[in-house]
């Protein structure tokens, strides 16, 4: 999944052993290996534009497929539990 914020391009990728990845213009910034807990969590603080600072946070729910992205706390996007999440090309 790929989304843009801004000037700033951002990938969250699920690889194969279960890991939910936070990418920032191709770098990775953060990971959280699957657990038992749900959702998994990944989250960034960013400085965008001088002294402007985002909160990015992503949350995934294996069991259901359903990823919620949000910016500051407000919602971004929504997938539904019935869209399949694939692993980004180009991000290795």
Known sequence: MEFRHRNKSFSIELPDD??????????LRKSRA?????P???WTNM????????????????SS????VSVNGKALFTCPPD????RLPGLD
Request: hydrophobic letters at 35%; proline letters at 0%; a negative charge.
């Open 18 to 27: 279960g890991a939910l990845e936070l990418y920032v213009d191709g770098c």
């Open 34 to 38: 699957r657990g038992e807990r749900e």
């Open 40 to 42: 998994q969590y990944v």
């Open 47 to 62: 400085e965008l534009e001088w002294e402007e600072h985002v909160y990015i946070e992503a949350r995934y729910w294996s």
């Open 65 to 68: 497929g359903r990823l919620d």
């Open 83 to 86: 869209r399949v999440l694939v």
